[in-house]
């Protein structure tokens, strides 16, 4: 016996049942399958698309930051007419760092130096003030030591 003479045989009242009840899976099957599924993808967009608007907004301030303190940067340049290798050597001493394997002055505008182990932050403090002198930083090569030590070669030349 098929399905339709199944429900052919049923009374009317049996057959608004099946109706109703294939009616409500129906409903149901395209709500589980399509109306939620959508709702809820559109839900995580727009939260997604909120919290990207959150760290546009927190990107675009620390660009306006990072401009400001380029500009006051430059105009702390400290003018020097010392050699750079001079001006290298003044400031390790400064700082109290150790002594550079070698110090090679290039031309009259350029110096490289060779740390085998030097403490990597007093290094980053240096390499900021050779940049207060006109000096820029043209290659650097840095190598993880011991702990807070590292091996350092690298470049600076006038601007």
């Known amino acids: 016996m098929s399905a339709k003479?199944?429900?052919l045989r049923q009374s009317r009242r049996d057959r608004m049942v099946v109706i109703l009840m294939g009616t409500l899976i129906a409903l149901s099957l395209i709500y589980a399958l399509v109306w939620n599924p959508l709702v809820r993808g559109l839900a995580q967009n727009r939260d997604a698309v909120s919290r990207n608007g959150t760290v546009i907004a927190q990107m675009l301030t620390a660009e306006a930051q990072v401009k400001a303190l380029r500009g006051a940067g430059r105009?702390?340049?400290t003018s020097?007419?010392?050699a750079p290798y001079l001006l290298v050597d003044?400031?390790?001493r400064k700082l109290g760092m150790a002594t550079p394997d070698r110090v090679e002055p290039i031309g009259a505008t350029g110096a490289r130096v060779n740390f085998s182990a030097v403490e990597?932050?007093?290094l980053i403090?240096?390499?900021g003030e050779l940049e207060q002198?006109?000096?820029q930083i043209s290659t650097l090569n840095v190598s993880r030591k011991d702990a807070g030590q590292v091996g350092a070669r690298f470049r600076v030349d006038k601007n």
């Open 5 to 7: 003479e199944w429900y």
């Open 75 to 77: 105009s702390g340049v």
């Open 80 to 82: 020097s007419n010392r």
């Open 90 to 92: 003044q400031v390790i």
């Open 120 to 122: 990597f932050d007093k």
């Open 125 to 127: 403090v240096a390499l």
């Open 133 to 135: 002198y006109g000096l």
